[in-house]
């Protein structure tokens, strides 16, 4: 969504992920859903947190700099939980951090982001756009 003019833009992505299984029934451990990434959760290492049912959010704030450079602030969101019940936005992990991106004059072909969580620092050098 563009704010005063296109070259400053907010953006925004929500995803989950729910199981609804027969009791007695599992995912198996390598097809969980998961947060923690360039992806989901940037502040934490890749699959970090993995559970039947997740949710998370992105938001960042993009300016387009110059002709094919951007730069991107942004702050993430989300849980995991065995039971969908049981998500909700009180035990939310968070993290922030900043973005540079790099594109021609139709999409982004790479990304640099540097993510802040409790958990520490990560960066992520990304081929493609982020969402």
């Known amino acids: 969504m563009p704010i005063v003019t296109k070259n400053h ?5 929500l995803g989950v992920s729910y199981v609804n299984n027969a009791d007695g029934d599992r995912v198996p451990f390598y097809v969980l859903p998961y947060v ?3 992806d ?5 290492r890749e699959f970090r947190f993995k559970d ?3 949710f998370w959010v992105n938001l960042e704030y993009r300016w387009a700099a110059m002709k094919y450079i951007n730069f991107a602030v942004f702050a993430d969101a989300g849980e995991v ?10 035990g939310l992990k968070s993290s922030y951090g900043v973005g540079v991106r790099f594109n021609t004059a139709k999409r982004v072909f790479a990304r640099i982001d ?8 990560q960066a992520y050098l990304k081929f493609g756009p982020s969402f």
Do not use: Q
Not at 9 to 13: E, F, K, L, S
Not at 40 to 44: P, S
Not at 115 to 120: L, N, R, T
């Open 9 to 13: 833009v907010i953006a925004g992505r």
């Open 36 to 38: 923690g990434g360039s």
């Open 40 to 44: 989901t959760l940037r502040g934490y």
């Open 52 to 54: 039947e049912n997740v």
């Open 81 to 90: 939980r065995h039971n969908w019940e049981e998500i909700g936005f009180g």
């Open 114 to 121: 540097v993510a802040y969580g409790d958990e520490g620092r």
